[in-house]
């Protein structure tokens, strides 16, 4: 019996022998994410300057995808609004009215294509959903939006040759341009937007996208 009681005591009961101290950092926060689209740092450690740089060649890589639709995953993924923003805005301050007609400050069209571009991404978003796709509002905008890049290039090319005397062959060079951006953006923009359709229901999602993009081309080449 004695024996038992000297082992017990031998045993430190007092708060003084507990080791408290622990690590606090998190496991892993030095590794890189396993999940896809996680950045592997942490962003409020970066300079302002490399997160805006960051941020610019993401988008620039977003418009490289729509000129070049290849890869599907990367505007579904990584989306976001800045590109859409900017072709709103440049498409917008283009097409408005000229400075030559003083009875038309050019207002309406400046805000004709901001509705368009986002009352149309809402109107192809619910028709998705309706039709059983599993793609997000935002998703939807940011597809169609960056997608509006071959109608931009097509308005450039055809505000240049408006600078030229209007004969009937700069007509059809402008119409030709304006065809080929609204078939190169209804393409892109099927190429992302497609795989996220039921496959017997991709002719009803992608009759919006053609009206979508069909309006906004009508307003490049009625231009004038």
């Known amino acids: 019996m004695d024996s038992k009681l000297e082992m017990f005591e031998d045993i430190p009961t007092t ?9 606090m950092s998190v496991p892993g926060a030095n590794k890189q994410s396993s999940k896809p689209g996680e950045p592997d740092f942490n962003t409020l450690d970066e300079p302002i300057k490399e997160t805006i740089l960051r941020d610019m060649r993401a988008v620039g890589i977003k418009f490289y995808h729509v000129l070049y639709p290849k ?22 301050t283009i097409l408005q009215g000229s400075a030559e007609d003083s009875l038309y400050d050019g207002g309406p069209e400046f805000a004709q294509v901001f509705v368009i571009v986002w009352i149309g991404a809402a109107i192809v978003t619910i028709n998705s959903k309706l039709l059983g796709g599993n ?40 119409l030709i341009t304006t065809i080929v951006g609204f078939c190169w953006a209804t393409y ?3 190429v992302f937007l ?6 017997n229901r991709k ?22």
């Open 71 to 92: 890869e599907k995953s990367t505007l579904l993924k990584d989306w976001d609004l800045w590109g859409p923003l900017v072709l709103c805005t440049f498409m917008a």
């Open 15 to 23: 708060p003084q022998h507990l080791d408290l101290e622990g690590d």
């Open 135 to 174: 793609i997000s509002f935002f998703q939807s905008v940011c597809v169609l939006g960056y997608c509006l890049t071959p109608v931009a290039v097509a308005l450039i090319v055809c505000r240049v040759m408006l600078l030229a005397t209007q004969t009937k062959l700069l007509f059809f060079l402008r």
């Open 188 to 190: 892109a923009s099927y």
């Open 203 to 224: 002719p009803l999602a992608v009759y919006p996208i053609f009206l979508f993009f069909f309006i906004i081309s009508w307003l490049v080449i009625s231009h004038n």
């Open 194 to 199: 497609g795989d996220s359709q039921p496959p």
